[in-house]
């Protein structure tokens, strides 16, 4: 990591006190695996069309796609170390792969959908 993106990273560019900005030295791997599941999963959802008073318009399917298997690659790689989380957030994951399917004018194939190749096939 250059010098800038590490300082950017840690929010020294954006008018951020970097000692409010936790080192990820000190951040938990599990905390930043969790977030980064949390995150893909948001975005996934927005692309969707699914977060709180979405329009039609704001689907890009194409887009969630890459989110989803995104997220089933991490989530299949840290299923071990999710602990009591590992359920909910495997849940999550394919309450969003169906919501892909339910979205698409013409739906993937079973395990053909995004994430399915990690995952196994969605019903």
Known sequence: M????????????????????????????IEVITRSIVMLMSAAAEKLGLAEGASDDVIDLD?????????????????????????PIRDGLKGLQLAFREASAHPDEPGEGPGEKLTGPVR
């Open 2 to 29: 250059s010098e800038n993106s590490y300082s950017a990273a840690r929010g020294d560019d954006d008018g951020v006190d970097v000692d409010d900005v936790r080192d990820l030295v000190d951040i938990p791997a």
């Open 63 to 87: 887009e969630a796609r890459k989110l989803i298997t995104a997220l089933a690659g991490i989530v299949t790689a840290a299923r071990p170390d999710l602990g009591i989380h590992a359920a």
